[in-house]
């Protein structure tokens, strides 16, 4: 069965540092991978993706692929207080198609002013 | 652009009764959609995959006769959750794609169902 494993936290991080989510995941053949950031109530909204190993940067979000590791995280610079959420990593079924995605459960974080 | 529409937001129905939950891709054709639930401090679980002419295919333990899934155009699925019972209240979620399988799902804002 495909997994996704995140750690559920909460993690607190004071304003302005860095908060640092991680992620991994059971299905080796998976090409694709997302983080949604989900406020209470509300559903989730993509933050970034990324398909290759490496870095991703897009302002003060930056995902990590480490495809060998089956890791994937994401780096916030900077943290808000806005950025309080819950953190979901997803991944997508490997093969062709459009398929559906898999979440984690989610880390909540919490940025302290 | 990749806009999910969802209505309604909430709803509160008795025990025994059916609802039905729309959602629509506004700027987009979705032939596929996909539906979730999600129970409280739970991660999304995906029930079902809506598939635009023809039956939808369900998760391994969600009853089909029980959710009953109409992907009748491009742009419209429902969700109709039958005979509901208290154990059904949960947050459900629609969700599309755009382009290729491999771009990012985009979400219908949910709909909380309450049943009493």
């Known amino acids: 069965q495909k997994e996704v494993e995140q750690n559920s936290g909460p993690l607190s991080v004071p304003e302005g540092a860095i908060a640092s989510l991680n992620c991994t995941y059971s299905d080796r053949g998976s090409q694709s991978f997302f983080w949604y950031r989900q406020y209470s109530g509300k559903s989730p909204e993509l933050i970034m993706f990324i398909y290759s190993n490496g870095d991703k940067e897009d302002g003060r979000f930056t995902a990590q692929l480490n495809k060998a590791s089956q890791y994937v995280s994401l780096l916030i610079r900077d943290s808000q207080p806005s950025d309080s959420a819950t953190y979901l990593c997803a991944v997508n079924e490997a093969g062709s198609g459009n398929t559906p995605l898999v979440f984690g459960k989610g880390t909540r974080l919490s940025v302290i002013a | 652009g990749a806009v999910v529409s969802q209505h309604p937001s909430r709803v509160i129905c008795k025990s025994g009764t059916s609802v039905k939950i729309e959602c629509r891709s506004l700027d987009f054709q979705a032939t596929t959609m996909f539906w979730y639930r999600q129970f409280p401090k739970q991660s999304l679980m995906l029930m079902a995959t809506s598939n635009e002419g023809s039956k939808a295919t369900y998760e391994q333990g969600v009853e089909k006769d029980k959710f009953l899934i109409n992907h009748a155009s491009l742009t419209l699925s429902t969700l109709t959750v039958t005979s509901a019972h208290p154990e059904d209240s949960s947050f459900y979620i629609c969700?599309?794609?755009?382009?290729?399988?491999?771009?990012?799902?985009?979400f219908g804002n949910g709909t909380r169902l309450t049943v009493t």
């Open positions: 969700s599309a794609r755009p382009g290729q399988g491999d771009s990012p799902l985009h």
